[in-house]
């Protein structure tokens, strides 16, 4: 498939239409939710990604699938507590891209890019590497999203998970967060 054509420059990102998706996952069951993103913008050069910066707002962290709000309260509140996230001291998470190579087997609606960046959460930077799809819009803007899992002990988010605690039984938390990205930038 060939590269889409951009336009070389740097790309807002609109907060209100763009969006983080989570999916966390213990023993007994899962939970996916959302949390917005405050800002960041994403430059080309020659077709592809050279650096861009998004900025999660991490106290804007939702649950979708929890429908009684005091246990939907609840599990927001653990989130945002020490034992996971500690937005009180780290209210954003941020992810840093230094580059984007095109991937050539690439067909459409299928990750057309493999981005390299960093992801910084509770102050804790590390590497990551992921499958996008980046597309241009008829606006000159550009859509993308992305899909892949992290490691949350990488980021000392350690509550409940097995690697590091013994005899969680029910109370174990998988160590694997799956995120999707959706960004539409101008």
């Known amino acids: 498939m060939p590269v889409p054509r951009f336009r070389d420059g740097c790309y807002?990102?609109?907060p209100e239409k763009s969006l983080l998706?989570?999916?966390?996952?213990?023993?007994a069951s899962r939970h996916y939710g959302t949390i917005k993103l405050a800002g960041g913008e994403l430059c080309l050069k020659g077709g592809k990604i050279v650096s861009g910066q998004l900025t999660v707002a991490m106290d804007t962290i939702t649950n979708i699938d929890l429908t009684d709000s005091a246990w939907n309260r609840l599990l927001i509140s653990h989130l945002k507590s020490e034992d996971f996230f500690h937005v009180a001291r780290f209210p954003t998470a941020s992810l840093t891209l230094t580059g984007a190579?095109?991937?050539?087997?690439?067909?459409?609606?299928?990750?057309?890019f493999r981005v390299t960046g960093s992801l910084t959460i509770k102050g804790i930077s590390n590497p990551?590497?992921?499958?996008a799809l980046i597309t241009p819009r008829d606006d000159g803007g550009l859509n993308a999203q992305a899909h892949f899992?992290?490691?949350?002990?990488?980021?000392?988010v350690q509550y409940g998970s097995g690697r590091l605690f013994e005899k969680l039984g029910m109370h174990l938390v998988n160590d694997c967060?799956?995120?999707e990205?959706?960004?539409?930038?101008?």
Request: negative net charge; charged residues 15%.
């Open 128 to 131: 990551v590497t992921f499958p």
């Open 177 to 179: 967060i799956t995120l």
């Open 12 to 14: 807002a990102v609109d």
């Open 101 to 112: 190579v095109a991937v050539p087997e690439a067909t459409p609606g299928t990750p057309n």
């Open 149 to 156: 899992d992290i490691d949350r002990t990488l980021w000392q």
């Open 21 to 27: 998706h989570w999916v966390g996952r213990s023993v």
């Open 181 to 186: 990205l959706q960004v539409i930038a101008s």
